[in-house]
């Protein structure tokens, strides 16, 4: 047991990751994950971006900005 234990104990110990999640941008009329981009500003001296998207379903069309920090 004593082996097993100093084994355990020379280990490195691990570093445990944090996890960050991100959900897909949504069309807010109709929930749909198919968008266009038709304009966009990169850089907004903050590190966001700001993109003009139209949703592309067939019966929706709707036209929104998207800001991504």
Sequence with gaps: MDDVQ???S???SRRVLE???FARPRCPRCDGVHLRKYRSIRDQGDGSSLC???CIAPDCGHRFRLLLE
């Design 10 to 12: 020379s280990r490195p």
């Design 19 to 21: 996890t960050v999640t």
């Design 52 to 54: 003009w998207v139209r």
């Design 6 to 8: 100093e084994a355990q």
